[in-house]
């Protein structure tokens, strides 16, 4: 079946402007993660969506960024006005249920210039 | 204290040597613990889930030591394409250490 599609795999964008990235899970996965992965570095936890539950936002860096997730389905990751230090691979990954391995996603690459 | 530590390395070990690596956790309830490998410019993928009892799958062993709360990977016979990060993720949250990057030489 169809892996975790994240779409653009690439964005280059101007300090100051808006993206928005977006996550496709696997069907009937109902937990989803977003992580930030700068170059070199570990991953960054973002923000975490089960089911129909309050998604833990505690990992959102400012509140330049925000995401969404529609039911079970489609999440998107908008960052307001980036800055250079913006700049990572997005990471999404869904899983059955909480507490189960993670299916990630390709990726985003984001360059802010 | 961080949530999840792993020791960055780097190991750089020859072939056919044994590695372990270990990542400690801060929250003693924690109950999913898995290793993941990452190769470079690639997305994470999970190696192995972490049980109670210790789990094995090949060359690879995985053990957790709640007492310590710490869990372990242990490769045996590494081979050239062991090389790689390793990132150990814990509890629920999904939280992952900052991974222990490791080279196999010829």
């Known amino acids: 079946g169809a892996g975790v599609s994240q779409s653009p795999s690439n964005k280059v964008t101007e300090k100051g402007k808006d993206v928005e990235l977006r996550c496709d899970p696997i069907?009937?996965?109902?937990?989803l993660y977003w992580y930030r992965q700068r170059l070199g570095q570990g991953l960054e936890f973002l923000i975490y969506?089960?089911?129909?539950?309050?998604?833990?936002k505690s990992g959102l860096p400012s509140d330049r960024f925000s995401a969404e997730r529609t039911g079970e389905s489609v999440s998107t990751l908008t960052i307001q006005r980036t800055q250079q230090e913006d700049s990572a691979v997005y990471l999404c990954?869904?899983?059955?249920?909480?507490?189960?391995?993670?299916?990630f996603g390709n990726g985003t690459r984001l360059t802010v210039t | 204290r961080k949530e999840v530590e792993q020791d960055p390395g780097p190991f750089n070990v020859p072939e056919g040597a044994t590695v372990a690596f270990n990542c400690t956790y801060s929250?003693?309830?924690?109950?999913?613990f898995f290793w993941y490998r990452q190769d470079c410019r690639k997305e994470p993928k999970l190696l192995m889930s972490?049980?109670?009892s210790g789990n094995e799958d090949g060359r690879f062993t995985a053990q957790l030591n709640r007492a310590s709360q710490y869990i372990s990977l242990l490769i045996r016979d590494s081979k050239l394409s062991d090389s790689a990060t390793y990132l150990c993720?814990?509890?629920?949250?999904?939280?992952f250490g900052a991974g222990t990057r490791l080279t196999v030489k010829p």
């Open positions: 929250n003693s309830a924690s109950q999913s």
């Open positions: 069907s009937g996965h109902t937990a």
């Open positions: 969506f089960q089911g129909n539950s309050a998604p833990d």
């Open positions: 972490v049980y109670s």
């Open positions: 993720v814990v509890n629920r949250d999904m939280r």
């Open positions: 990954a869904s899983s059955p249920w909480d507490s189960q391995p993670l299916h």
